[in-house]
């Protein structure tokens, strides 16, 4: 067996197992997948046979489906198409009689790729998707990070670390970014307080109204994996994909697994949303029965005002008179009346004691509010070749407060920009800025390259999905869509032949190209030193008249007579190497009678016989 043949297939194997990181092992079907790829690893452990190694291939490009239905984004894509090459490869060394050489094998299976462009792509636009291919239940761990939590309790944290892994990445339809105060990105929502902790509560998640069928997305979300379902949006845009549902409390959930990164596109509307008009619940001013009396005492004050829009005045007042300062490292609350502690003592916290505080406030006065946790800002970055977007990371994971006001629902207040030295507050004037590239490390810098060329191959690639499809279905065929099996199955059928042509057409090709061109070489030489050769005369004949007429080329002559007939007529080495000297040795030869030529030319010849 060639060492073509014995290696391609462990490269090939390398490539399925980085693929396989990127598996979200919470579902049945990544197991399946990774099932197989360990049993191709095993089975390819000890196959010795041809028939052997091609049941190995034949499960490997099977993984390799798997993972492309799974992980479409460009880097797995990336691995996929290298994985496929590398089996085909080894397919072809297999089945050649002789030793070829590892460049010419991946050029065959980069045409038989070619040749099967036709019948994907027919597949791709014409046949029907599927739905997702797993779930997760978003309230539980799995493998990723992420800088939320599914409750907020800022007293019992002393010292905020800073988080700069990736969290989500979004492009928009014009590549300019939005204005600093409409950077707030909303995920989850805790409207349930016991006087410590704020908690989500279960969620009834339904379908929303969605944006035209095929529209281009105004917004493109690519999110890291994380623990929760919910995804990051500006909380008013129309989902341009059928997995996006919504619930009363405007957390959006994207249908599928949470551990795996996820993209998604959003059309922007003018529309208040429908969360935003929902009416109040009673718990929405709930408190614990005692605990926090002076903060209890201040909004108790404010319950005089008629109007919520002046209780909410006269918190942001009293917040800006009584000098509040912005710090990750506060230190611990007391376990009891945490927040009497901050607002009348420490007045030192982050952004989850400003809404934690500020929430509890207008519940005692009467109004009814909630904490929303989420990210705030990113930064705008202009990749040198991708599509420009905007970076959020974990670091921009922020918390603040919705209140209900009869006149316009629910509005979001910040109170963390009341307090000095907040980052709503400094933020604001560089958030319009693209990054510069001088204020980062080489590998920041080529990463958010790769990022914005990942942001371009999922505009392209994951802009298709099954609401586009449905759009070019209808456009396609209207109301007459019994047509449909039938183009599928004429597409199917001239795809079949175009890439068979293709490979017929490559196959014609001659499989020694480089001694035919040489061999033209050596004739035009021969010309130019006046013997040209004869009708139906042989190489051989050829190189010994030359050698006559010019006796101090004779020995090369004679030797480049002998190896071409060794290089045309006799078996191929077995051996890549021995093959190479071979090759070698031509070359060498052809490039000495090149030199001796000028001299021979000036040396006095012998009579032609």
């Given at each position: 067996?060639?060492?073509?043949?014995?290696?391609?297939?462990?490269?090939?194997?390398?490539?399925?197992?980085?693929?396989?990181?990127?598996?979200?092992?919470?579902?049945?079907?990544?197991?399946?997948?990774?099932?197989?790829?360990?049993?191709?690893?095993?089975?390819?452990?000890?196959?010795?046979?041809?028939?052997?190694?091609?049941?190995?291939?034949?499960?490997?490009?099977?993984?390799?489906?798997?993972?492309?239905?799974?992980?479409?984004?460009?880097?797995?894509?990336?691995?996929?198409?290298?994985?496929?090459?590398?089996?085909?490869?080894?397919?072809?060394?297999?089945?050649?009689?002789?030793?070829?050489?590892?460049?010419?094998?991946?050029?065959?299976?980069?045409?038989?790729?070619?040749?099967?462009?036709?019948?994907?792509?027919?597949?791709?636009?014409?046949?029907?998707?599927?739905?997702?291919?797993?779930?997760?239940?978003?309230?539980?761990?799995?493998?990723?990070?992420?800088?939320?939590?599914?409750?907020?309790?800022?007293?019992?944290?002393?010292?905020?670390?800073?988080?700069?892994?990736?969290?989500?990445?979004?492009?928009?339809?014009?590549?300019?970014?939005?204005?600093?105060?409409?950077?707030?990105?909303?995920?989850?929502?805790?409207?349930?307080?016991?006087?410590?902790?704020?908690?989500?509560?279960?969620?009834?998640?339904?379908?929303?109204?969605?944006?035209?069928?095929?529209?281009?997305?105004?917004?493109?979300?690519?999110?890291?994996?994380?623990?929760?379902?919910?995804?990051?949006?500006?909380?008013?845009?129309?989902?341009?994909?059928?997995?996006?549902?919504?619930?009363?409390?405007?957390?959006?959930?994207?249908?599928?697994?949470?551990?795996?990164?996820?993209?998604?596109?959003?059309?922007?509307?003018?529309?208040?949303?429908?969360?935003?008009?929902?009416?109040?619940?009673?718990?929405?001013?709930?408190?614990?029965?005692?605990?926090?009396?002076?903060?209890?005492?201040?909004?108790?004050?404010?319950?005089?005002?008629?109007?919520?829009?002046?209780?909410?005045?006269?918190?942001?007042?009293?917040?800006?008179?009584?000098?509040?300062?912005?710090?990750?490292?506060?230190?611990?609350?007391?376990?009891?009346?945490?927040?009497?502690?901050?607002?009348?003592?420490?007045?030192?916290?982050?952004?989850?004691?400003?809404?934690?505080?500020?929430?509890?406030?207008?519940?005692?006065?009467?109004?009814?509010?909630?904490?929303?946790?989420?990210?705030?800002?990113?930064?705008?970055?202009?990749?040198?070749?991708?599509?420009?977007?905007?970076?959020?990371?974990?670091?921009?994971?922020?918390?603040?407060?919705?209140?209900?006001?009869?006149?316009?629902?629910?509005?979001?207040?910040?109170?963390?920009?009341?307090?000095?030295?907040?980052?709503?507050?400094?933020?604001?004037?560089?958030?319009?800025?693209?990054?510069?590239?001088?204020?980062?490390?080489?590998?920041?810098?080529?990463?958010?390259?790769?990022?914005?060329?990942?942001?371009?191959?999922?505009?392209?690639?994951?802009?298709?999905?099954?609401?586009?499809?449905?759009?070019?279905?209808?456009?396609?065929?209207?109301?007459?869509?019994?047509?449909?099996?039938?183009?599928?199955?004429?597409?199917?059928?001239?795809?079949?032949?175009?890439?068979?042509?293709?490979?017929?057409?490559?196959?014609?090709?001659?499989?020694?190209?480089?001694?035919?061109?040489?061999?033209?070489?050596?004739?035009?030489?021969?010309?130019?030193?006046?013997?040209?050769?004869?009708?139906?005369?042989?190489?051989?004949?050829?190189?010994?008249?030359?050698?006559?007429?010019?006796?101090?080329?004779?020995?090369?002559?004679?030797?480049?007579?002998?190896?071409?007939?060794?290089?045309?007529?006799?078996?191929?080495?077995?051996?890549?190497?021995?093959?190479?000297?071979?090759?070698?040795?031509?070359?060498?030869?052809?490039?000495?009678?090149?030199?001796?030529?000028?001299d021979a030319i000036r040396q006095p010849t012998s009579s032609t016989p």
């Amino acid at each position: 067996m060639s060492l073509p043949s014995r290696r391609l297939p462990w490269l090939a194997m390398g490539a399925l197992v980085l693929g396989c990181l990127g598996l979200e092992l919470s579902g049945l079907l990544a197991w399946c997948t990774l099932a197989l790829v360990v049993a191709a690893g095993l089975k390819l452990g000890e196959a010795s046979s041809r028939d052997g190694r091609r049941q190995v291939a034949l499960v490997q490009l099977i993984c390799c489906g798997l993972l492309a239905a799974q992980l479409p984004g460009l880097l797995p894509s990336l691995l996929q198409l290298t994985a496929t090459v590398l089996i085909l490869a080894g397919l072809l060394s297999l089945e050649s009689e002789t030793t070829v050489s590892w460049s010419l094998l991946i050029r065959r299976s980069l045409r038989v790729l070619a040749a099967s462009l036709p019948l994907a792509l027919v597949l791709f636009l014409l046949v029907p998707r599927i739905g997702p291919l797993g779930n997760g239940d978003g309230r539980h761990g799995a493998r990723g990070t992420t800088g939320l939590s599914a409750e907020l309790d800022p007293g019992s944290i002393a010292e905020l670390a800073s988080d700069e892994a990736p969290a989500a990445r979004v492009a928009f339809a014009d590549d300019r970014p939005p204005a600093p105060g409409d950077r707030y990105w909303r995920v989850l929502v805790h409207p349930s307080f016991d006087g410590r902790r704020w908690e989500r509560q279960p969620s009834d998640f339904r379908a929303l109204p969605s944006g035209p069928l095929g529209q281009k997305p105004d917004q493109l979300w690519l999110v890291e994996p994380s623990r929760f379902t919910a995804v990051p949006w500006d909380g008013r845009s129309l989902p341009l994909d059928t997995r996006l549902r919504q619930d009363p409390l405007g957390e959006l959930e994207l249908d599928q697994p949470p551990a795996n990164a996820r993209a998604y596109p959003m059309d922007s509307v003018a529309a208040p949303p429908d969360w935003q008009r929902a009416p109040p619940r009673p718990s929405d001013l709930l408190l614990p029965a005692a605990g926090d009396p002076r903060l209890r005492a201040l909004a108790e004050g404010w319950r005089v005002l008629p109007e919520p829009q002046q209780r909410v005045a006269a918190a942001r007042a009293w917040f800006l008179k009584a000098g509040f300062r912005y710090d990750t490292q506060p230190g611990a609350l007391p376990e009891r009346d945490g927040l009497d502690a901050f607002l009348f003592e420490t007045r030192v916290g982050f952004c989850g004691h400003y809404a934690s505080a500020f929430t509890a406030l207008m519940r005692a006065a009467g109004v009814p509010a909630r904490v929303v946790t989420g990210y705030y800002g990113g930064e705008w970055v202009v990749p040198v070749g991708g599509s420009p977007y905007l970076e959020l990371r974990q670091s921009h994971a922020h918390a603040w407060s919705e209140v209900w006001l009869p006149d316009s629902g629910w509005n979001r207040i910040d109170p963390s920009s009341w307090a000095a030295g907040s980052p709503e507050s400094t933020a604001r004037a560089a958030e319009g800025a693209p990054a510069r590239a001088g204020l980062m490390n080489p590998w920041q810098w080529l990463q958010r390259q790769w990022w914005g060329l990942d942001v371009a191959w999922s505009r392209w690639w994951l802009g298709f999905d099954r609401a586009g499809q449905e759009a070019l279905l209808q456009q396609l065929f209207g109301a007459n869509r019994q047509w449909l099996g039938w183009t599928i199955l004429a597409g199917l059928v001239i795809g079949v032949l175009a890439g068979l042509a293709l490979i017929g057409r490559s196959g014609r090709q001659p499989r020694q190209d480089w001694l035919e061109r040489d061999l033209k070489r050596l004739l035009s030489l021969l010309r130019g030193l006046a013997v040209p050769a004869r009708p139906g005369e042989s190489l051989q004949s050829l190189c010994s008249r030359a050698g006559e007429r010019h006796p101090s080329l004779a020995p090369i002559l004679a030797d480049l007579a002998n190896q071409h007939t060794a290089l045309r007529f006799a078996p191929p080495p077995r051996d890549v190497a021995e093959a190479r000297r071979a090759r070698q040795a031509w070359k060498l030869a052809l490039r000495q009678l090149k030199r001796s030529c000028r001299d021979a030319i000036r040396q006095p010849t012998s009579s032609t016989p």
